[in-house]
Every structure is written in structure tokens, then in C-alpha cells.
């Protein structure tokens, strides 16, 4: 049973660019979170989604950051017109339908690079 | 809002040697208490936990026990070895915060053989 995927494991974007970060869940989970870790920081929850809604975006900066979950394919996470404060580890986790939080199994991580 | 502090890494022992990682958390209510690790290259993995007050969490030698009174979950393990160098992250999860994690900044183990 293959873990958490993310793709994307490393991305480097010129300011101005869009990001885009893809996260498959573990097969059978249909809850997907994403956190940020920005530099000699902890990761700080961004936001949590199950199939085709957006259960809680509190994390989330207001502008140019969104995030999705379609019946089909992977979790993305979008940021538009990155800026170089955007740089950080983005971690996606998946849990099962009746997780707590210790069933989020986390993936690899994809360090973003703004340039 | 929620918090977690962790001491800073790295931290370099030897094999066999005694390690202690400390936590310490802020939270409303009466939060659950995780310890992850992330090895090289890879995601974090949950390593241990604790739900309520003077409950001790353990796997693969680690320990933490949660103190309320203290506001702390420290890890320890008696005789590291080198596979047991990554990165470690202490979490909290409060009793009104649904699902989200907050995490400490990690700290980062070095063994040497």
C-alpha cells in the first residue's frame, strides 16, 4: 500500500509564477491537510479538505493561496504570483474517512524555491 | 493560541548514550500530545502519543509522559542508536481544534557511532 505521494518534491519558481503542488492520499482516505514549515520554523496547518469541499482554511493567507480536493486525482495546492517569502516545506497528510489525528499519515514534503 | 516549544537542535550524542528532547505546549482545554519523526528523504511518522494527564506514550524505546502540571512532554530514550538520527517534532492537537495539528519547530538528532 503505497503512502502519502507528493509531486513535485522539489519546485523552484522566479517571483511571479504560479506553484502548483500535488498530493495523492493513501489509497481508501478520503481527508487531505496541508501544512507549511517555513524556514527554522514549525509546520503550521494551512488547511483541510475531504472530497470536494474545504472543511477548514483557517491556515490559509487570505490572497493568492487555494486549495482543492476533486472527486478525481490529487489534492493541489495553488499560489499564485509567489514571492520569495513563499519559500518553505509544504506537507500534505490523508487520513481515513473516521481518522483522528493520529491516523494523518504525512508524505514526503515539497520545497518550494521562489527565486 | 495553541503553541508548542521544542529545544533546539542539533543534538549530537553517541550510540548507546541518553536522550532527552524537551517540550513544553500551550493550549486551552485539555489537549492530545504527539511526538513525530521524520527521517531523511522521507514524511513524518507518528511515533508516539498521549491523550490525557500522566499518560505515558512509548514505541521503539521512546518515552514521553504527558505533565500537566508542567505543561510538558519531553522524550526520552534510554540508548540511541544511529538509525534513530532524524528530525524529531512535538505536536498538540486541542480538544476544540478539530483535526489540525500545531507542531514545535523540531529538533534535529545526530548519532554517531
Known amino acids: 500500500n503505497a503512502g502519502v505521494m507528493q509531486n513535485p518534491r522539489h519546485l523552484v519558481r522566479r517571483r511571479g509564477q504560479e506553484a502548483r503542488l500535488r498530493c495523492s492520499p493513501m489509497k481508501g482516505h478520503s481527508h487531505v491537510y496541508w501544512y507549511r514549515q517555513l524556514p527554522e520554523e514549525g509546520l503550521k496547518f494551512m488547511v483541510y479538505l475531504q472530497k470536494e469541499n474545504i472543511i477548514d482554511e483557517s491556515g490559509m493567507p487570505k490572497e493568492r493561496f487555494s486549495a482543492e480536493f476533486p472527486k478525481e486525482g490529487p489534492s493541489i495546492l495553488r499560489i499564485q504570483q509567489v514571492v520569495r517569502g513563499d519559500s518553505a516545506a509544504y506537507f500534505c497528510?490523508?487520513?481515513?474517512?473516521?481518522?483522528?489525528?493520529?491516523?494523518?499519515?504525512f508524505g514526503p514534503g515539497t520545497r518550494l524555491t521562489v527565486l | 493560541g495553541d503553541s508548542v516549544t521544542q529545544m533546539e537542535g542539533p543534538v549530537t550524542l553517541s550510540e548507546e548514550a541518553f536522550l532527552t528532547i524537551n517540550c513544553t505546549y500551550t493550549?486551552?482545554?485539555?489537549?492530545?500530545l504527539f511526538w513525530y519523526v521524520q527521517y531523511p528523504g522521507e514524511g513524518l511518522q507518528l511515533l508516539l502519543k498521549a491523550t490525557k494527564a500522566d499518560d505515558k506514550g512509548s514505541n521503539k524505546g521512546f518515552e514521553a509522559t504527558y505533565r500537566k502540571e508542567t505543561t510538558s512532554f519531553h522524550l526520552e530514550k534510554g540508548s540511541v542508536q544511529v538509525s534513530d538520527s532524524a528530525v524529531y517534532f512535538c505536536a498538540l492537537r486541542s480538544d476544540n481544534a478539530g483535526n489540525m495539528l500545531t507542531f514545535g519547530g523540531g529538533t534535529r538528532l545526530m548519532v554517531k557511532p
Open positions: 493550549a486551552t482545554g485539555y489537549p492530545s
Open positions: 497528510a490523508s487520513s481515513p474517512q473516521q481518522g483522528g489525528p493520529d491516523t494523518q499519515y
